[in-house]
């Protein structure tokens, strides 16, 4: 079991409300994930984070915003919600990993319980 | 374009039967795929992972081949259990940054039947 947590596990709110899902980890990994994922559907990246003062945006337009002030915890912000917003919200962190062959790296992600976030 | 794609979309199958799933893409330069479980409403849980040179990887009754030449990779469950009722994840990872860019596919949705 990966020492990754998420809170809250699932949370109702309403349009225009400003929410934060926290994301916490006690491995000690630089790298840091959020995913976004609708049933059935695959993962999306939305944001990463190298290690601390380190965020970028991942692959799918997403509006929210990250932090990381501390290797251990990576929050995730949407200031102003809206029902396009509901979905589950994965929190991944990695380890370098074992192995480096020709390029290729063994690098295992773990990932927290998610958050199910409903906007109504 | 890198893609990943995964079938059967679901499969149901009886307790202590054998099942295999697929994984086909199309993700270049590789790097490596992984196989993931993810139970309903958690988080995926890294089953293997293999590089090119690795044909075969095996984790319990887990047991994933790959065949980088056909960009091809199969994950065979053998004697299912109920426990087993999980959505399976193909991920395959590049080799063109040192993110290692993950690509998904949906998943395979496997119920097992008492």
């Known amino acids: 079991e990966a020492d990754i947590y998420q809170t809250p596990r699932y949370l109702v709110i309403g349009t225009g409300k400003k929410i934060t899902l926290e994301c916490s980890q006690t491995?000690?990994?630089?790298?840091m994930y959020w995913y976004q994922q609708d049933p059935g559907m695959e993962l999306h990246l939305i944001h990463y984070s190298y290690g601390v003062n380190s965020t970028e945006k991942g692959d799918l337009s997403s509006e929210s915003t990250v932090s990381r002030i501390r290797t251990e915890h990576f929050p995730l912000t949407l200031e102003s919600a809206r029902p396009s917003h509901t979905s589950q919200y994965l929190c991944?962190?990695?380890?370098?990993?074992?192995?480096?062959?020709?390029?290729?790296?063994?690098?295992?992600?773990?990932f927290g319980p998610g958050t199910r976030l409903l906007v109504l | 374009k890198n893609q990943v794609e995964q079938s059967p979309q679901s499969l149901i199958i009886l307790e202590g039967k054998n099942c295999t799933l697929q994984c086909n893409y199309t993700v270049s330069p590789f790097s490596n795929l992984r196989w993931y479980k993810q139970d309903t409403g958690r988080g995926p849980v890294s089953l293997t992972i293999?590089?090119?040179?690795?044909n075969t990887k095996s984790n319990g009754r887990y047991t994933a081949t790959l065949d980088a030449d056909t960009k091809q990779s199969s994950l065979h469950i053998t004697a299912s259990q109920l426990s087993d009722s999980a959505s399976y994840i193909c991920v395959v990872s590049d080799r063109g940054s040192t993110l290692g860019r993950l690509y998904f596919g949906r998943g395979t949705q496997l119920t097992v039947w008492p």
């Open positions: 491995m000690g990994h630089d790298k």
């Open positions: 293999m590089t090119f040179s690795e």
């Open positions: 991944a962190s990695s380890d370098p990993g074992q192995g480096k062959l020709a390029g290729a790296r063994k690098e295992t992600q773990y």
